[in-house]
């Protein structure tokens, strides 16, 4: 099984607002998946999900990245646009690019209430499937881009040995630039999203893809 990977723009005040808070307090439940979207349809999806949150937390063979830090993912892909790259990932590329690992605070170290006593083992990276990332907040996505060269070539070339080829690093450029002008972190996440089962768990409507021949936010 591959990865289906998504670029996440997101701010800290939402993730406090949409999952830290509802954490500590589940009555804010529905209030808040109310305030998530306009959509009706998304808004059900939300209090859905926010109704699993005690499940993950009685289950402490959940790792955190596959239920706290997957649904930030998710709750990020409600508000704004996210995108999607085929297999390509930051997580993974910062096994031969150290410096971009170290880019990634775990979301317990930014959360005010339980989440931040919690650990996060995975050290704020995706590790397999339908998991996700702690953020690369706003203050570091000009240093991420920094690191660009040594993941990928440019937008069109598709040469061997780079982590990221055109596709998959036009996502990311465009991910990173959105967050970038708008003062905002990004969370990754595999598996949000996986074309080939025709599967979303976030708006699909916020999703922006090569594929899809819709790029711009």
């Known amino acids: 099984m591959g990865y289906d990977v998504t670029f996440h723009p997101v701010s800290v005040e939402d993730l406090q607002h949409f999952l830290f808070d509802v954490v500590d307090d589940p009555s804010l439940s529905t209030p808040r998946s109310q305030e998530i979207s306009e959509k009706d349809k998304a808004r059900q999806l939300v209090k859905q999900l926010y109704e699993k949150v005690p ?8 790792p955190f990245n ?3 830090s997957f649904l930030a993912a998710i709750l990020a892909g ?11 990932s930051l997580s993974f590329a910062a096994d031969a690019v150290p410096e971009m690992g170290e880019l990634f605070t775990p979301l317990p170290g930014i959360a005010k ?3 931040s006593k919690r650990a996060d083992p995975s050290k704020g990276r995706i590790t397999e499937n339908y998991t996700a990332s702690g953020i690369i907040l706003p203050e570091k996505i000009e240093a991420l881009q920094k690191l660009f060269p040594r993941i990928a070539p440019s937008l069109d070339a598709n ?5 990221f080829y055109s596709d998959d690093f036009r996502s990311l450029l465009v991910a990173t630039n959105f967050a970038r002008s708008n003062g905002l972190g990004l969370i990754e996440a595999s598996d949000v999203v996986v074309p080939a089962a025709d599967e979303c768990i976030s708006d699909f409507d916020n999703m922006r893809a090569p594929f899809l021949k819709r790029v711009d936010p």
């Open 159 to 163: 040469a061997k040995g780079y982590h």
């Open 66 to 68: 596959a239920s706290v």
């Open 113 to 115: 209430g339980s989440i």
């Open 55 to 62: 499940e993950w937390f009685s289950d402490k063979s959940v």
């Open 78 to 88: 409600f508000r704004r646009p996210f995108w999607y790259s085929r297999g390509a």
